[in-house]
């Protein structure tokens, strides 16, 4: 397999040596390189052009045009018995990492939200953005959720779960969004962090009170590597069901969905979103959650 898997061959170079200025000009070229290679980085999320398929209309595991490495990624959650019968509604709500957009089919998370669709039918709302579209997301939640506006207090249909998922800069403004959603007093049922990179003035650290349960995915090498620890700002109102160290040694895990700056330069961030066993146990806790037997809970308030 090509991609990401990992070389077991050493090439040793002889360079000759450089005097104090040839080492001073690579030096300061280095550092001018370095200084934006994370945007490029974010940019080369993208991945390789998109094939155009709508990504909501098949299932990802049996579509025969999903990319390999996807369907690699996705080989455990495809095995998966069908779900029992739910006992909630549920709005899922993906944020994509970099600048990819919602239609590039070649990144796990945007097909994951069509495995979704097709795994829990119409019970469940799935949607992913862009995480610089926290705006957008918004706006389909109050349509979705907010009582006072778009449902009637007499129908006594509790308000869906919401689930929140993403990596990178998307796993950040997983719990921005979640920070913003209780501002309006709205609770979270689950965010769900995958190598989490904080975007600029954004804490991707400290899980607000309205959420009930958080977990953390990461892996601690390349150049943008994610966030080891999250910790919630009210324990007795959020549950951390963990930080997740995920190491790859010799990894069999494709990833020639993205592009070669990211394979080259980043390869581990992009290990972990291809992972199976990532996304085997997202599918778990987001099963977890909408078979769970309903309780009565209360809307928290706005600060």
């Excluded at 779900?83 to 998370?109: S, Y």
């Excluded at 190598?195 to 995915?217: C, E, H, L, M, Y």
Aim: charged fraction near 20%; include cysteine; charge should be positive.
């Amino acid at each position: 397999m090509t991609g990401c898997l990992s070389q077991r061959h050493r090439i040793i170079h002889r360079t000759p040596r450089l005097n104090g200025i040839q080492l001073a000009v690579r030096v300061l070229v280095l550092f001018v390189l370095t200084g934006g290679i994370q945007l490029r980085l974010a940019h080369a999320q993208s991945s390789l052009p998109a094939s155009g398929r709508p990504p909501d209309l098949t299932n990802p595991c049996t579509d025969p045009s999903t990319h390999a490495a996807v369907k690699d990624a996705f080989r455990l959650v495809c095995s998966k018995e069908p779900v029992a019968a739910l006992n909630h509604r549920a709005i899922v709500i993906g944020f994509l990492g970099g600048f990819v957009k919602p239609d590039d089919v070649k990144h796990p998370e945007v097909e994951f939200a069509t495995y979704l669709r097709s795994r829990y039918g119409p019970a469940v709302n799935v949607q992913v953005f862009g995480n610089h579209y926290a705006k957008q997301a918004l706006d389909f939640i109050l349509k979705n959720v907010n009582p006072a506006k778009n449902s009637s207090p007499a129908s006594g249909k509790p308000d869906p779960k919401i689930i929140l998922y993403g990596h990178s800069w998307g796993a950040s403004q997983v719990v921005e969004f979640a920070r913003e959603l209780e501002r309006h007093g709205i609770p979270v049922a689950l965010t769900i962090q995958v190598d989490s990179v904080q975007k600029v003035g954004q804490n991707d650290r400290t899980i607000p009170a309205n959420v009930a349960k958080a977990v953390n995915f990461y892996q601690r090498k390349g150049l943008t590597p994610g966030r080891s620890l999250i910790l919630p700002e009210d324990a007795e109102r959020t549950k951390i069901l963990g930080n997740f160290h995920m190491t790859y040694k010799d990894p069999e895990i494709r990833c020639d969905n993205y592009r070669w700056i990211s394979r080259v330069f980043n390869k581990p961030h992009h290990l972990i979103e291809n992972d199976p066993h990532v996304w085997d146990q997202i599918v778990s806790l987001i099963d977890s959650e909408l078979t769970a037997q309903p309780n009565v809970t209360s809307r928290t308030k706005g600060r």
